[in-house]
């Protein structure tokens, strides 16, 4: 007898009990689980006594109560679930790719506005100008009278009368170049930010989640331009054209504009990764995979000491960065240029000279220590190379633990380690050939550029280690649109009405006929046991097809829809590279497998050729199918 299949609307529990005791006798429930990708890819209705037409079977999201056997027999389903099937997802809530991409693209010009910026601080070009003018500030000095007064500006300003009274009108052109660049830049990132960020919250196109955001982006844009002009001031003070004193900005402004500019790419990059993120996840959950997620966010959860280091290692970057701007406000690297000694044969300079009497502003010297670990040279550069050290060997302590326990981790986390890790090693070479050749400025801009570089791979390592708020969102998201009572009326006239059900054959996966021996291709299994079995199939078939039509104990849960990893076989090396690179949801389930190894793939998309002939593919000798919430 074939058993039958019940697939529910989206109705509420009383409803469904209602349905389930009309249907015939035998019919038994099992869980939800069952209604996977694979049905809704094989599955169609029927022509059925009413002469109705083939029709596809729609499901926008698949969450069902699932009755009878997938395996066996035929299916059936009801007039009722084309009557009533709903949209799950409340797809207003999401924000859209473009808004990420939006995102990132303006992260990536805000990290080209540094790079502007440390040029700008490099060649001593930022306070050129003398002047704040947001809007007619945008249009350069065009003819020669315009420079001339732009020039005699300049002359007023300390740094022009005590480093710079011999320059020219030619050589006061090249500086003000760089400054009126950064100035113009800034103007265009904050439009590109604060525009759409104003037509999204003007016409209600952004959700509660991402309006936050863009309100504290937006805000960070006008911050950052009063930051800016506030340290340029301080290096305008009429202050400094007293003796002693030497014309520039401070660096504890500068230190401060740094930050926010920091602050705001953090918040471009972890929202639109985020966003990426969140549309990864629901993906998924439109594909029927949400346990496979949940337990993946689960596992990635009980990473405790993992989890912790990641954050500390952005903590360490961050700080790291930020003691970067107090060694370029004082031109800290100008001295000690040797690496790792600072001076003749010494990891530090002595006692006297790094805690000095002369930066205590106060009588009893009470602010001795702390004032010299923010204006002393010599302190702030051995307070840089300290930290940089600490984070290069915390990043590397992270990555020899991810090493050991790669077998057990998602793939893309141990991806993104790796990338991180490397990241802050080109970034600790670079810091070192910036000392030790006086601080060129082409190095130190590829520096100052890889602090974010490395910053950014530092903040999608951990995000990929939190994923249970972006997975939250995504849940919350995902939950059935509330009916109104006047759509409820026809759900009830549907369950009243009389079924008509559909019939369908089952697609196997032993279809195909076997070769004649010695005519196929060669596929050697090495079982869990280790025992080899050698069997030939065609050209065309799966590794999981061929397993299954020789009683092959391989198991694919999901019937080759990539919706679960319990086909997971580990391929010999030598095939491995044969074979073409797996797509995304492939790798989304490799990450969920056991024992996963670097030549591991799905047997139901590996597909024989000609040129496998005598592949090996290994089973492993444990699976976990987590629909079932089993272990084999």
Same mark, same amino acid.
């Given at each position: 007898m074939n058993p039958l299949w019940f697939s529910r609307p989206p109705i509420s529990r009383n409803a469904l009990q209602l349905a389930g005791k009309r249907l015939s006798t035998g019919v038994f429930c099992r869980s939800s689980?069952?209604?996977?990708?694979?049905?809704?890819?094989?599955?169609?209705?029927?022509?059925?006594?009413?002469?109705?037409?083939?029709?596809?079977?729609?499901?926008?999201?698949?969450?069902?109560?699932?009755?009878?056997?997938?395996?066996?027999?035929?299916?059936?389903?009801?007039?009722?679930?084309l009557e009533t099937s709903k949209k799950f997802v409340k797809t207003d809530n999401i924000p859209s790719k473009k808004v990420a991409?939006?995102?990132?693209?303006?992260?990536?010009?805000?990290?080209?506005?540094?790079?502007?910026?440390?040029?700008?601080?490099?060649?001593?070009?930022?306070?050129?100008?003398?002047?704040?003018?947001?809007?007619?500030?945008?249009?350069p000095p065009l003819t020669s009278e315009q420079w001339d007064q732009e020039f005699e500006l300049y002359k007023q300003s300390p740094e022009?009368?005590?480093?710079?009274?011999?320059?020219?009108?030619?050589?006061?052109?090249?500086?003000?170049?760089?400054?009126?660049?950064?100035?113009?830049?800034?103007?265009?990132?904050?439009?590109?930010?604060?525009?759409?960020?104003?037509?999204m919250l003007a016409r209600g196109k952004s959700s509660p989640w991402l309006k936050r955001r863009l309100l504290g982006l937006t805000g960070l844009v006008a911050l950052q331009g009063v930051i800016g002009w506030w340290m340029v001031k301080s290096g305008l003070s009429k202050q400094l054209l007293e003796d002693g004193s030497h014309p520039r900005v401070s660096h504890y402004r500068l230190a401060t504009h740094l930050a926010?500019?920091?602050?705001?790419?953090?918040?471009?990059?972890?929202?639109?990764?985020?966003?990426?993120?969140?549309?990864?996840?629901?993906?998924?959950?439109?594909?029927?995979?949400?346990?496979?997620?949940?337990?993946?966010?689960?596992?990635?959860?009980?990473?405790?000491g993992l989890r912790l280091g990641a954050s500390s290692?952005?903590?360490?970057?961050?700080?790291?960065?930020?003691? $970067?701007? %107090? /060694? +370029?406000?004082?031109? !800290?690297?100008?001295?000690?240029?040797?690496?790792?000694?600072?001076?003749?044969? &010494?990891?530090?300079?002595?006692?006297?000279?790094?805690?000095?009497?002369?930066?205590?502003?106060?009588?009893?010297?009470?602010?001795?220590?702390?004032?010299?670990?923010?204006?002393?040279?010599?302190?702030?550069?051995?307070?840089?190379?300290?930290?940089?050290?600490?984070?290069?060997?915390?990043?590397?302590?992270?990555?020899?633990?991810?090493?050991?326990?790669?077998?057990?981790?998602?793939?893309?986390?141990?991806?993104?380690?790796?990338?991180?890790?490397?990241?802050?090693t080109a970034q600790a070479g670079l810091g070192i050939l910036t000392l030790i050749h006086v601080v060129p400025v082409p190095l130190a801009v590829?520096?100052?550029? $890889?602090? %974010? /570089? +490395?910053?950014?791979? !530092?903040?999608?390592?951990?995000?990929?280690?939190?994923?249970?708020?972006?997975? &939250?969102?995504?849940?919350?998201?995902?939950?059935?649109?509330?009916?109104?009572?006047?759509?409820?009326?026809?759900?009830?006239?549907?369950?009243?009405?009389?079924?008509?059900?559909?019939?369908?054959?089952?697609?196997r996966h032993s279809a195909s006929q076997k070769p004649a021996p010695g005519t196929g291709i060669?596929?050697?299994?090495?079982?869990?046991?280790?025992?080899?079995?050698?069997?030939?199939?065609?050209?065309?078939?799966?590794?999981?097809?061929?397993?299954?039509?020789n009683n092959i104990d391989l198991e694919g849960a999901c019937e080759g829809s990539v919706a679960c990893s319990t086909c997971h076989v580990v391929v010999d090396p030598e095939h491995y590279e044969l074979l073409e690179a797996p797509e995304e949801d492939e790798e989304d389930m490799l990450d969920l497998a056991f024992g996963l190894e670097e030549t591991s793939r799905l047997g139901c998309q590996v597909i024989l050729r000609k040129d496998l002939d005598g592949i090996r593919v290994r089973i492993p000798s444990q699976t976990r199918n987590i629909r079932l919430e089993r272990t084999k």
């Open positions: 689980f069952l209604l996977q990708k694979s049905v809704l890819n094989r599955t169609y209705f029927g022509k059925s006594s009413l002469s109705q037409k083939r029709v596809p079977f729609d499901f926008t999201f698949p969450r069902p109560s699932c009755f009878g056997s997938l395996n066996k027999g035929r299916f059936i389903a009801t007039d009722a679930h991409f939006w995102l990132l693209g303006s992260s990536a010009l805000v990290l080209a506005i540094v790079v502007v910026g440390g040029i700008t601080r490099l060649t001593e070009s930022g306070l050129s100008i003398t002047e704040w003018k947001p809007v007619s500030g945008v249009i022009f009368q005590k480093l710079n009274s011999r320059m020219t009108v030619d050589e006061f052109k090249h500086i003000f170049f760089w400054e009126w660049f950064h100035r113009v830049l800034g103007r265009g990132i904050g439009l590109l930010i604060a525009v759409p960020s104003f037509y926010a500019a920091v602050a705001l790419y953090i918040g471009l990059v972890w929202t639109g990764h985020g966003i990426l993120q969140r549309h990864a996840f629901l993906k998924s959950l439109k594909n029927g995979t949400f346990s496979s997620i949940n337990n993946m966010v689960t596992s990635v959860k009980s990473m405790k290692l952005v903590g360490l970057i961050l700080t790291t960065l930020l003691s $970067g701007a %107090l /060694v +370029a406000g004082l031109d !800290a690297g100008m001295i000690y240029c040797t690496f790792p000694a600072m001076g003749e044969g &010494r990891l530090a300079p002595p006692k006297e000279e790094l805690f000095d009497v002369r930066y205590s502003r106060k009588d009893d010297h009470s602010d001795l220590y702390w004032r010299n670990m923010l204006d002393n040279p010599s302190l702030v550069q051995l307070q840089h190379r300290a930290l940089a050290v600490t984070t290069f060997l915390t990043a590397c302590g992270i990555f020899l633990y991810v090493q050991l326990k790669k077998r057990t981790l998602p793939k893309k986390i141990s991806t993104s380690v790796s990338i991180a890790t490397g990241a802050l590829l520096h100052q550029a $890889g602090s %974010l /570089v +490395a910053l950014t791979a !530092a903040l999608s390592m951990v995000q990929r280690l939190y994923p249970e708020f972006a997975f &939250r969102n995504v849940r919350s998201w995902a939950n059935p649109v509330s009916s109104s009572p006047s759509s409820t009326k026809p759900v009830t006239n549907a369950l009243n009405q009389k079924r008509t059900f559909h019939s369908f054959p089952v697609l060669k596929v050697y299994f090495v079982t869990p046991e280790g025992r080899e079995v050698l069997i030939e199939g065609n050209e065309g078939d799966s590794i999981l097809d061929l397993a299954h039509s």
